[in-house]
């Protein structure tokens, strides 16, 4: 008996984590919408969860269709910029230090966060990005706040394109993920500063005996 609702408890826990995914990668393609709205048929995120920015829909074969695949292009990088700028906005409220620092390329930036988010909400290896972001990032003096401002940024900006239907449940489960998410990464980062000022001492000693081995010839 009390082994068959141990498998039942078990197999409940399995379908919960399954609805959660299931429902973080629909708020996820909703949030990406066009302007935010859910009732919108456009989104910066496509049908297998690649990026649409660039990518014509159809082959440029006549000046019609790359008249419409450039107006495509434009729509989407003016829904990038908007969700750039409504992130920013968020972000900078947590860590204005890094207002004069903050990359202007906000299509980079915008295309960065929606590959980064649509790889986790659909399970895929997030340890490889997670290293490459950490090697692009450690020349730059961030704290743990800024990777924390991150996260909660992120939250309030999927909160606010998602308007009414970001319930109190969902937004918590957001933050839930989130916080996994850039725990990782600042263990990630954290790491990777530890190697370059190993590297860098390394080389500085090198430095100073080769001075020290001149000098003595």
Not at 23 to 50: F, H, M, P, T
Not at 57 to 71: A, D, G, N, V
Not at 101 to 113: C, E, N, S, V
Not at 137 to 157: C, E, I, M, R, S
Request: charged share 25%; with cysteine.
């Amino acid at each position: 008996m009390g082994g068959s609702d141990s498998k039942n408890m078990k197999a409940l826990e399995v379908s919960n984590v399954a609805a959660q995914q299931e429902l973080l990668r629909i708020s996820w393609r909703l949030a990406c919408n066009s302007y935010g709205g859910a009732e919108s048929q456009r989104s910066l995120v496509g049908d297998d969860e690649k990026m649409l920015v660039g990518t014509p829909t159809l082959k440029p074969s006549s000046l019609r269709t790359q008249s419409s695949t450039s107006m495509k292009t434009e729509m989407e990088d003016s829904d990038l910029r908007k969700f750039h700028e409504e992130f920013v906005d968020q972000f900078l409220t947590y860590c204005p230090d890094l207002k004069h620092a903050y990359p202007i390329g906000y299509l980079i930036i915008a295309k960065m966060i929606i590959s980064f988010i649509s790889s986790m909400v659909n399970e895929k290896q997030m340890e490889p990005m997670i290293a490459r972001f950490a090697r692009s990032h450690v020349k730059y003096d961030l704290d743990q706040n800024h990777f924390n401002g991150f996260g909660h940024a992120l939250v309030l900006t999927i909160q606010k394109r998602l308007g009414k239907i970001a319930t109190v449940g969902l937004v918590q489960i957001w933050s839930k993920v989130m916080r996994n998410l850039v725990g990782c990464m600042w263990v990630s980062y954290c790491k990777e500063k530890k190697k370059h000022a190993a590297a860098a001492a390394s080389k500085s000693q090198r430095s100073r005996f080769s001075s020290m081995s001149s000098s003595t010839l």
